[in-house]
């Protein structure tokens, strides 16, 4: 039936390969099937959880009372990496510094993102830090193992226990926001466009004065439509979506490389792109 076809339709449009499960927003996840949805909760949850070749690895979220992540608990072969309060902490050690190389896992920048990748399991974690938290948190897994938790079946919600939490129903209200951004899309987004208002509307409510929980919502629709696709170009002057603050004479990009080259390497893999902070031409 139509249902059907366009369930199909929108799942194939944001399934990619690596396997890659994303949550950003107050609480929209895309887990690894490629469809959208959005929980509004204070509780932790279980992102993804799964063993391969005998390894483990888990990774649990909380989001505050702002929408944005505020603990995020990476667990790997027995090693524990949480983020919080802008920091990373291995081990419970204090905040390490980056680039932080570990016999099992490296902790690098990556554009305007932080990056994980483990050395024992095909998965990187990238994470988006912004004040009050972490607006953009995603996995890449370059394998198709059973996965559980929001990633992997998010038609039977379970949280982990918690003494005070609470899970809402999802609620949407007409946001112009949203309304004026999707008038852009529809090259890209066709007949999605109605589920994704949908989303949206959810994801803004009760936060529309954090522009981290819309502009994040925002840059993922907008990154996921394509350089090519006419809202580009354009859509941080619909939203009034600032950019990203770079150090220094670097300047912003929405797609650039994702290793800046310096004196002392100069080297760049120019295949790796993503939104980053980059050198002047010329310089270095």
Not at 5 to 33: D, E, H, I
Not at 71 to 83: F, R, S, Y
Not at 156 to 170: E, F, G, N
Request: with cysteine; charged share 20%; net charge neutral.
């Amino acid at each position: 039936n139509m249902s059907f076809k366009w369930l199909l339709a929108f799942s194939y449009f944001w399934l990619q390969v690596p396997y890659t499960c994303r949550t950003f927003g107050s609480g929209v996840v895309q887990p690894f099937n490629g469809t959208l949805y959005h929980v509004h909760s204070d509780c932790p949850f279980t992102l993804t959880r799964f063993t391969h070749n005998r390894v483990e690895c888990a990774i649990s979220m909380k989001r505050g009372l702002n929408g944005l992540l505020v603990h995020v608990e990476i667990m790997i072969n027995k090693i524990k990496t949480v983020l919080e309060d802008g920091g990373v902490q291995v081990e419970a050690t204090k905040s390490v510094r980056l680039p932080y190389d570990h016999t099992y896992q490296h902790i690098f920048p990556y554009g305007i993102y932080t990056k994980l990748r483990s050395a024992v399991l095909p998965l990187a974690v990238i994470w988006h830090s912004v004040p009050g938290g972490i607006d953009t948190l995603w996995t890449e897994i370059e394998l198709s193992s059973d996965m559980k938790g929001l990633c992997g079946n998010h038609l039977r919600l379970t949280s982990k226990k918690a003494l005070s939490c609470v899970i809402l129903d999802p609620v949407s209200t007409i946001n112009t926001d949203c309304r004026r951004l999707f008038s852009y899309t529809l090259d890209c987004l066709m007949h999605m466009t109605p589920e994704f208002i949908r989303v949206c509307e959810e994801n803004i409510h009760n936060f529309e004065q954090n522009q981290f929980v819309s502009c994040s919502f925002f840059k993922e629709v907008v990154r996921q439509c394509g350089s090519s696709s006419y809202i580009w170009d354009i859509w941080r002057k619909i939203t009034h979506c600032e950019e990203p603050k770079c150090a220094g004479d670097l300047f912003y990009v929405e797609e650039g490389a994702a290793f800046v080259p310096t004196c002392s390497n100069q080297k760049t893999d120019s295949y790796d792109l993503t939104s980053s902070c980059v050198c002047p031409n010329g310089k270095e």
